[in-house]
Every structure is written in structure tokens, then in C-alpha cells.
């Protein structure tokens, strides 16, 4: 019975995985469509997007269990989302007419089209997000009976009701819009670049570098993972694809399991921060802020360099404290040779139709079909179709689940701002802070780290855009200045415990504990904290300004609190620092950091006579071992 049972699941889902490579394939080729022909009104596009990404996803998950009543289930939930969508489109323009009065029956829609991209999201991130906007649609409902400055007006449940959904509000808006036309395409991008072979070329490059430098293991995966990460936009997903190989071979070169999960987790977080596709984010920045994307993807330039500084220089004073070997493998020559076009072709293509000025879903539209015709030319890098399906099918999933949680996301900030909540957040926080811009920068920052959670690059960027960034501008901060700062904290969330979503993974391949692989991350991760600091006042950061003796202070400013943090985090430098001497690193770093946000020279006087010292004293003892 129970075989016979067996194979009838193993049929039903051998025919659910082709419904859902057709699926994929359609919504793929959709995409593709609208860059060139919208089809159909913004709204529209957008309530075909969040059909399409419903629908792919019960269908997978339905695929993706053992038991018949949720199998039943899963396919109950596509039937619902057509009929949600549906409902949308053919009423489309009496429920935009009618945005904030709807009738018994469009709030009854309303709120199973809200329950079910809540749910959905539950599913794909987990209970934190969806928590939390379950807490801005009860404050919604309830928070006019709050006292104090947090109390909003009353509002009618039919008026929340549409503006979270069927006014086409919330739910369908700037940020789903941006799922439509920016990030779908680009998760494809980089899932198509796994068929390719490109992943191959980055670990077979990460070897050939490890080869030459201390600690080899560790620089490999530093180098692999930034380059996988940058197209991949999601710092967990990354270490399950190139931590399944780095983190093992890290460990059996002398790192231990922990130590090996935070130098993979630093790496894949990185990758967000590097030029030019930064996780994708860099096009909702753009957005946002209503400059190019140029522009933006070269004021990131400076630091995402201190980042990799900050990797190479902390994977170095393990390795050292540790005595750990220069890597022994060699780098298979053949496939780095076939890897440079097929990497290289797309990715310049990509960059320099960004840099004219044209939109990301064209450039990524000629990125796709580029990374395509180059591979298929050669035999090394030519995917078969199977696996060119599969990972069509695991970018557009993930795509989908992106676009599910913008969707989601959209309630957050419209709840936000038609109660105003977000405006109160900002004037609480200046009120703690009392006008003064430290205090201000530092509450910001934690905000933001709490904000980014482990959520995906995008949606983090997203949460901090809304709430956090304000904060900084009523602070007299910069537009672009305040979303570079909100934006490198809410990365930094991917590797701050108790969260560290990339450490989670990371745990389970190497098989050691959570917190300590997370706090391993912070260390190597740590001394970055102190750079979006230095953005606030120095223009050379994200190169701008004129001053350039400012801009030299700055960068060396800058390059002590690196080092002294780093030294300070790993607790070694020449040699291993004594009680005295950790203490005085962070004090040196900090001091840099005094300047780089003050520009106050005595700071930096002091920073650079302390660290001197400490190098004088570090070297004097190595000499006496």
C-alpha cells in the first residue's frame, strides 16, 4: 500500500515539476517581453507579476512534500491566487476608481489577497518579516487608541483594507513595480551563471590566488564567494552554494569549522557591497534617490575596496596566528580560460549599457542573452538542458519569492506612511539622540541592523529605505550619503549575531555551532562597522569633492581604523596582542573614526602616533621569539 501510495506522489510530482518548468518559462519569457513592449498598464504588470509568483510557488511546494492533504493543499492555493488575480485585473479600473471605499465584497478579497502573500512570505523567510508587518496592520487598526505621539487617527477598516490591496495600493506599487522591472531578470542573471560553469571559474580563480598568499583556503573562499555574491544578492543562499565546497576544504587546510563558516559568510556578504550589480540593490538606490545607476554603482567603489581589504587582511592574521599554510591546490587552467569570456562578456556588457544610462531590466535583458550565446559557443561552458531548466527554474523561484516578499514589504511602508509612523520613528529617535549627530548615526545604524534581520540584500535595503534613511535626512545628512549608510548596515545584519543569517547556513554544512561560527563573522566582518562613518563627512568616500588634502586625511584615517580594528577583532598583529595592547588597537581605531566623522586632526594625530607605537612594540616582540 504504502509503495503504491509512493509512486502515485512520485508520478503527481514528475508532472507538477514540468507544470512548474513551463510556469517558469512563461513567466520568464514575460519578462523578457515587457522590456521591450509593456503589454499591458503599470498595475496590471505588476497583478500578472504576483500571479505568476503565487502560482510558481505553491506549485513547488506542493511538488516539495510528502503528504497528500498538503499536496491537496498547495494546489488549492494556486486555484485561489488565479481567482485573486483575476478578480484584480477584470476590475481593475472600478477598484482604482473606488480606492479607499470598496464594496462588502472587495474587502473580502482585500483580505485574502493580504493572508496569503503574508502566509506565503511566512514560508519563504520565515515568522520574523511577517511578524512584523502583522504589527503595522494592527497598529493600523488599533492605533488610534494609543496615547502619546505614536497615536494616529482613527480609520475605517474598508479604507486600510484598500490601501494595503485592492486600490491597488501596498501590495501593488513602487516596490513590486521594481520587482517587475529591476530584480526579476537580474536573479535569473545570476542563477543562469551556475548552468554556465561560471561558479566553477570563480572557485578555480579563488585557487589560483590562494596559491600565492597565506591562508590560502580562506582567500579562495573570500574570493569565490564575492564574486558569486555579487550577482546572487543573498548572503544565506550564497553560502549554501560555495560554502558547500569552501568551507570543507577551509577546514581541512588547519581553519577551524568556525572560523571557516565566518570567513564564508564575510565573503558572501561582501559580494553586495561590490560594483557593479550589488546585490541588486543598487537599482532600487537608484530609484529611490532618482540618479543613474552609474553614477551610483562608482560612489560604491572606495568601499567595497576597504571591505576586501578588511577580508584579506583578517584571513591573513588567522592564518598567521594560526600557522596555516598557503594553499596547495591548483587551479585547473582550462577552466579559468573558459570562464574569462563567459564571465567577463556579460558582466562588461551588462556594466557599460548601466553606464549609459539605460534601464536595468535592458541591460540585464542583453546581460541574459549575451551570457547565453557566449556559453553555448564554447564546449567547456556549454550547459545541457536539463540543467540550463533547472537553474532557470531556481532563479525564477527565487525571484518569486523576492517578489512575494516586495509585495509584503509594500504593506510595511504603506502602513508607515498613511499613519505616520514613520515620520514618529524619526522624531523619537532625534529625541533620544537630542540634535546630536553621533548618537544619531549610531541609533540609525543599529536600526538598521535590526531592520536588515537576514532578509535578502533588496528587501533589506528596501525596510531601511522607508524607515531609517529619513531618520539621517532629518538629521541635515545627504540623500545619497544617508542611504549608503542605512544600506551598509542593513548588509552588516547578515553577519551580527544573534541573527547572522549567512552563519546559520554556514553551521550546518561545517557542522559546529551556531553562535560561535556568527561571532567569527562579526570579528572578520567587524572592523566595517566603522566605515559608513567616515561617509558622512568625507566625499572622497563615495568620490566626490575637490579638497584633496581632506580626501588624503581621510584615507589615511581610514586605513587605521581598518587595521587597528582588525588587529583588535583577531587579537593579533606581528604577534598575539597582550591585555594591554587590545584594548589600545580599538582605541586608535576609534580615535581614526573621531576624524574621519569630525575631521578633527588632533584625533588623527593621536591615532597615528598610538598605532606607530603598537607596531614599534608588535615588531620588538616577534624579534625576541
Known sequence: MKTSQSNCFDTFDRYIGWIVLLVALFM??????????????????????????????????????????????????????????????????????????????????????????????????????????????????????????????????????????????????????????????????????????????????????????????????????SFVG?????????????????????????????????????????????PPIMGVAVFVMAGFLGVSYGDLMLKALVPAIAYYAVAVLGVFLIAFRENIPKGKDIADKRVLLAGVPAFVLPMGLLTVVLLLHYSPGFSAFLGIVCLLFVSFLLRQTRPSLELLGRSLVSGVILAAKIGLVCACLGIFVKSLTFTGAATKLSLFITTISDGHLLPTLILTGVLSIFLGGSLPTVVAYMMVAFVAAPILLEAGVAPVVSHFFVYYYAILASVTPPIAGGAIVGSQIA???????????????????????????????????????????????????????????????????????????????????????????????????????????????????
Open 28 to 225: 520568464f519569457l514575460y519578462h523578457m517581453l515587457i522590456v521591450w513592449y509593456p503589454i499591458s498598464g503599470e498595475h496590471i504588470n505588476q497583478n500578472t507579476h504576483l500571479g505568476f509568483c503565487l502560482v510558481l510557488l505553491f506549485l513547488h511546494w506542493s511538488q516539495h512534500t510528502t503528504t497528500l492533504w498538503k499536496k491537496l493543499l498547495n494546489l488549492l492555493g494556486v486555484l485561489v491566487s488565479l481567482a485573486l488575480v483575476f478578480y484584480m485585473a477584470y476590475h481593475y479600473e472600478r477598484l482604482t476608481f473606488e480606492a479607499g471605499w470598496p464594496q462588502p465584497r472587495d474587502v473580502f478579497v482585500g483580505i485574502l489577497l493580504i493572508s496569503i502573500v503574508i502566509i506565503s512570505t511566512w514560508r519563504c523567510f520565515g515568522a520574523v518579516f511577517p511578524i512584523m508587518v502583522l504589527g503595522v496592520i494592527a497598529y493600523a487598526l488599533w492605533g488610534h487608541h494609543i496615547k502619546g505621539v505614536f497615536k494616529h487617527p482613527y480609520l475605517e477598516f474598508g479604507y486600510i483594507v484598500s490601501s494595503f490591496s485592492v486600490g491597488f495600493q501596498g501590495i501593488y506599487g513602487m516596490l513590486l513595480n521594481i520587482s517587475v522591472n529591476m530584480l526579476f531578470l537580474y536573479l535569473v542573471f545570476g542563477a543562469l551563471f551556475e548552468a554556465t560553469g561560471v561558479t566553477k571559474f570563480f572557485m578555480e580563480f579563488g585557487k589560483l590566488m590562494s596559491h600565492y598568499m597565506r591562508g590560502g583556503a580562506g582567500h579562495s573562499a573570500t574570493f569565490s564567494s
Open 511 to 625: 557542522r559546529c555551532n551556531y553562535m560561535k561560527a556568527s561571532w567569527e563573522s562579526m570579528k572578520l566582518a567587524g572592523p566595517f562597522f566603522l566605515l559608513p562613518f567616515f561617509i558622512i563627512n568625507n566625499p572622497i568616500m563615495l568620490l566626490g569633492g575637490r579638497n584633496v588634502l581632506q580626501a588624503v586625511l581621510c584615507l589615511i584615517a581610514l586605513m587605521i581604523a581598518l587595521f587597528a580594528s582588525t588587529c583588535f577583532c583577531q587579537r593579533y598583529c606581528f604577534t598575539h596582542t597582550s591585555k594591554v595592547e587590545h584594548p589600545l588597537f580599538l582605541l586608535a581605531a576609534l580615535l581614526a573614526t573621531w576624524y574621519g566623522l569630525y575631521s578633527e586632526k588632533e584625533f588623527l594625530i593621536m591615532a597615528l602616533i598610538l598605532t606607530f607605537g603598537l607596531l614599534a612594540n608588535q615588531l620588538r616582540k616577534k624579534k625576541l621569539r
Open 230 to 274: 555579487m550577482v546572487n544578492g543573498v548572503a544565506a543562499a550564497n553560502v549554501a552554494i560555495t560554502g558547500s565546497y569552501t568551507i570543507p576544504t577551509m577546514k581541512k587546510s588547519g581553519f577551524t569549522g568556525e572560523t571557516a563558516v565566518g570567513v564564508e559568510a564575510m565573503a558572501s556578504t561582501g559580494g553586495q557591497l561590490t
